[in-house]
């Protein structure tokens, strides 16, 4: 996934080491995470989110193992200004949708969760807030 250009670039503030990675496996349980710039609109974020889970899928595919939609969701992490502090956008607020295949190779659209909300993800209960 690295190589194909996806995942998150990370700089530390005083070592500047800098570090590269797509995300998180562990044996069936795998956490893509994508980063844009925050020039960019989310429409953007998007769609480098469904291209990343199209290569993923794709990847599994040629090995033998298949995405299975109805245990994937996904969160999109972005921010509005609302009375003068910062807050998540709800989905409501950044409109948009990321599908998968099945075994079957059907496209099934992915279950978005709201940023507040905790989903099990690598054996623990995590939200992004």
């Given at each position: 996934?690295?190589?194909?250009?996806?995942?998150?670039?990370?700089?530390?503030?005083i070592s500047k080491t800098s570090?590269?990675?797509?995300?998180?496996?562990?044996?069936?349980?795998?956490?893509?995470?994508?980063?844009?710039?925050?020039l960019?609109?989310?429409?953007?974020?998007?769609?480098?989110?469904?291209?990343?889970?199209?290569t993923w899928e794709a990847g599994l595919k040629v090995t033998g193992g298949a995405?299975?939609?109805?245990?994937?969701?996904?969160?999109?992490i972005d921010f509005v200004w609302k009375e003068g502090i910062w807050a998540y956008k709800t989905?409501?607020?950044?409109?948009?949708k990321i599908f998968a295949n099945d075994i079957l190779g059907q496209r099934i659209e992915l279950k978005r969760v709201e940023p507040h909300i905790a989903e099990e993800t690598l054996g623990a209960f995590l939200a992004p807030t």
């Open positions: 996934m690295r190589s194909k250009g996806f995942g998150i670039h990370l700089t530390a503030p570090v590269h990675f797509a995300g998180y496996l562990s044996v069936d349980d795998t956490d893509l995470l994508q980063v844009i710039s925050a960019q609109k989310y429409e953007f974020a998007i769609t480098s989110i469904q291209k990343a889970v199209d995405l299975v939609p109805e245990k994937n969701f996904w969160y999109l989905i409501q607020d950044a409109l948009g």
